[in-house]
């Protein structure tokens, strides 16, 4: 095997490696304190925007470090004290680790939404609860479809906040389909959609473009409604300290919910506690 | 000094084992070799172990990899064997029939090709393939047909195949191309003057003195194959279905989700201790068959090495 095939080879095993997400934020000097974070994919591009602000208010105070990797991550990271702060954006669970205090920073709405050919007005929790769990099967057993055919749903993975939430808000005791497709991000969810005309799925209101979101029990999936609490399928995000947060973790977190200036970053793309 | 480094690298792999199996123990103490078979729906298992958290019940372990391990053979073994086909025609085309200038091209295009990202041929995956397929090949009779059994809505193994094929079929074109060309030509020209043609003497004598570097890219190719994740993750329909060849035509577009894929789904919920036993014991799984690959290849080469040239 000559050199250049073995190059060749090599380039190839180095593409398949994935490269680990992670945005380091401001590089200050080493004296100053840092605050860590990691979770939530969801919450991630808040968290960057909000570290952003901060600094912008009070230049060189911390040093941030955030990175992503689940919900589930960010829970048991802080569990563990790997990290200063867990992002989750899921409900606490009785499985987490005891002694985590979630604080409340901002709220996300949840979407069910459809291909741009099948603009369907109105989804109530019934309906949704008959589609998702697989009694009803065909689009043309449900009221307002814009086609006939089966109906394809799309989940996502177990380890996703954003699937607990359905769960929770939206389907109650009902589980989903068992013939349901799961993928593994909003991006992934909203790409299926949009490019199967039978497909129905549920997103993070920031990946409603190019498809149709439905209204729930008559209110439009938007961040007016959201905010103004018409809309029911809202679900909070979560900052989770181990204990109650102390020294700059605390100062920060104080900042997130009660400076007007952090609710108006939040208010941008989801709904801000105030 | 060179003897160490090997040593070091025999080290690590067996380090890598132990400690791999070490951490999937539990998932096979609660299974035993149910492990392998079909145990219901997998997806609904999976969730169960995520849902469970920390302090998981024994019941919590059920796990029944057979969907997954079965989607990892049908995917590997089909883009495998589709693409050396294509592969060993093409390296003879550009190594024998092709004009100079087109060589010139498709060689550095072939190279390439290999060394794509994977998410990228994922990319082509969702938004090409998957919905051509959905739309053009799945009539709504095909879909309503299974519509209690799986949804079909065009990612799934045909989707899969393909990208999978196109994705491994460079690095075996890149090896075998390398092979034949380091054939003597003597060899070659012997094979003539006894007056057989250039095709002929390509098979009995170039390709069968180049079988050792075809199955070298073979067993390549196939760990790669083996070993992908995300692209499969995307393309391949997202659910834990072992389609039945039995189906007919339906059975190409049935989804499916390989080993690997399952694995980097799930990662991010290791902290719970019953998936993080059975995403290491699918580890142990990818990992021991990519090994006795190697080793069987290994085997086989010895007894075609004799008239081998390369490999």
């Known amino acids: ?21 992670s ?36 230049p060189g105070r911390v040093k941030f470090r955030i990175a ?50 099948n603009p369907i007005a109105n989804l109530s929790t019934a309906q949704i609860q008959a589609i998702f769990s697989g009694t009803v099967r065909d689009w043309s057993q449900v009221p307002g479809a814009g086609l006939t055919g089966t109906i394809d749903i799309v989940t996502r993975t177990p380890a996703s906040g954003t699937q607990d939430a359905f769960q929770k808000i939206f389907l109650g005791s009902k589980t989903v389909s068992s013939t349901a497709s799961a993928k593994a991000s909003n991006g992934l969810v909203q790409q299926a959609v949009k490019s199967d005309r039978n497909a129905v799925g549920y997103v993070s209101l920031d990946f409603v473009r190019d498809v149709h979101a439905a209204a729930y029990n008559g209110v439009a999936c938007d ?51 105030r | 000094m060179l003897g160490a480094l090997a040593v070091v690298v025999l080290l690590v792999i067996a380090l890598m084992l132990t400690f791999v199996a070490i951490r999937a123990w539990p998932a096979f103490q609660h299974n035993g070799l149910h492990w392998f078979g079909a145990q219901g729906d997998v997806d609904q298992q999976i969730s169960t172990m995520v849902n469970t958290g920390a302090n998981p019940s024994p019941a919590d372990y059920r796990f029944g990899a057979w969907p997954l391990i079965w989607a990892t053979i049908l995917t590997t073994g089909i883009a495998v064997v589709v693409g050396l086909a294509f592969a060993l025609l093409s390296a003879i085309f550009i190594v024998e029939f092709s004009p100079l200038a087109l060589r010139r091209v498709l060689v550095p295009v072939v190279r390439l090709l290999a060394a794509v ?37 065009g990612p799934g193994l045909l989707v899969s195949v393909v990208v999978l094929t196109v994705m491994i079929t460079p690095i075996m074109i890149a090896i075998i191309v390398e092979a034949l060309h380091a054939v003597p030509r003597s060899w070659k020209e012997g094979a003539v003057a006894l007056g057989v043609n250039r095709w002929r003497a390509m098979w009995t004598v170039s390709v069968r003195v180049a079988r050792p570097a075809i199955l070298a890219g073979a067993v390549l190719a ?44 799930n990662v991010e919920s290791i902290n719970a201790p019953a998936i993080r036993a059975n995403v290491y014991a699918m580890s142990l799984v990818l990992l021991l068959s990519t090994l006795t690959l190697s080793f069987g290849a290994w085997m086989a080469k010895r007894s075609m090495r004799r008239y081998g040239v390369a490999g």
């Open chain 2, 222 to 265: 196939c760990a790669r194959a083996l070993g992908e994740a995300i692209m499969l993750s995307m393309a391949s329909g997202g659910k834990g279905f072992a389609p039945n060849p039995a189906d007919g035509l339906t059975f190409v577009f049935e989804p499916l989700r390989p080993l690997a894929a399952t694995i980097v789904e």
């Open chain 1, 68 to 117: 992503q990797g689940g919900s589930d991550v960010g829970v048991a990271d802080v569990g563990a004290g790997r990290v200063s702060i867990g992002m989750s954006s899921r409900d606490p669970k009785p499985s987490d680790p005891t002694g985590l205090v979630f604080n409340k920073i901002a709220r996300d709405a949840v979407c069910v939404i459809t291909n741009s050919a």
């Open chain 1, 23 to 58: 945005l380091p934020t401001h590089a200050a000097a080493a004296s100053k304190p840092t605050i860590t974070a990691s979770g939530s994919t969801s919450v991630a591009p808040l968290a960057f925007q909000l570290a952003r602000g901060y600094l912008r208010q009070h």
């Open chain 1, 223 to 273: 961040l007016r409604n959201a905010k103004s609490g018409a809309y029911g399928g809202v679900r909070n995000f979560w900052m989770v300290t181990r204990g109650p947060a102390t020294g700059p973790v605390r100062t920060f977190i104080n900042w997130v919910q009660n400076s007007s200036r952090a609710q108006a970053i939040v208010g941008t793309h989801w709904v801000p506690l």
């Open chain 2, 117 to 153: 990202p994977s998410v990228v041929y994922g990319l082509v995956g969702i938004l090409v393939l998957a919905p051509f397929v959905g739309d053009h090949l799945i009539s709504s009779d095909r879909r309503t047909s299974v519509e209690f059994v799986i949804q079909l809505s």
């Open chain 1, 1 to 21: 095997m000559s050199r250049r095939t073995r190059a060749a080879i090599a380039a190839a095993c180095a593409a398949t490696a994935v490269a680990a997400v």
